[in-house]
């Protein structure tokens, strides 16, 4: 068989038991698209303030081949995802429904190390290690993660802040009643 020949396209199955182990290292380019609901991403299930019927992601995959200058063609993955998580709005403390559209870009090389010696300028995709046995639901959970807002919270018009941490004047008379850190230097300069 020629090196640089690819075999039949492979269709991935839309079952998350199946999506645990993948076959990356076969020289094959792979499709597929399916729904995983909240329940199949046990961590992300984890930062759910709540979980209601259809919150979850779509998901598309496909791969194909690149020449790559003076090696073997690399295997290129395209992942997009879209989908609904509610999350706790961190300015009224209620919940909110956070919708995310991700497409992300990987080149699968063959070992930690090729991957670590990636060059970090490339932007455009990051290295994934291709296994036999390769886990493709946790690197869908792990790119939703990575997505997820570091505040997550209501555009302005849909909420207040919460009396708790904004304007409620218990909060305020406590901050103000909080010791100056540089009063301990003052005394110091004193003796």
């Given amino acids: 068989m020629n090196r640089n020949q690819v ?35 046990p961590r992300i ?16 995959l496909e791969t194909h081949f690149e020449d790559s200058p003076g090696s073997e063609p690399r295997q290129i993955l395209e992942l997009g995802l879209s ?39 490339d932007e455009g995709q990051d290295p994934l290690v291709a296994s036999q046995h390769f886990n493709l639901l946790e690197t869908i959970e792990d790119e939703v993660l ?3 807002p570091l505040i997550p919270k209501h555009p302005d018009e849909f909420c207040e802040p919460h009396a708790s941490i904004f304007g409620d004047e218990e909060v305020l008379e406590v901050s103000e009643e909080r010791e100056n850190p540089f009063n301990v230097l003052k005394n110091m300069k004193k003796n």
């Fill in 83 to 121: 989908g609904r998580l509610h999350l706790i709005c961190q300015r009224c403390l209620q919940d909110c429904a956070v919708d995310l559209a991700e497409k992300r870009r990987f080149v699968m090389v063959a070992s930690e190390e090729e991957a670590d010696n990636y060059p970090m300028e």
């Fill in 45 to 60: 299930a984890e930062e759910a303030s709540t979980v209601i019927a259809g919150d979850g992601f779509e998901w598309q």
């Fill in 146 to 148: 990575l997505s997820l």
């Fill in 7 to 41: 075999l039949p396209q492979v269709h991935l199955s839309t079952e998350p038991s199946a999506l645990k182990r993948v076959d990356f290292c076969a020289p094959q380019p792979y499709k597929g698209s399916g729904f995983l609901a909240i329940s199949d991403l």
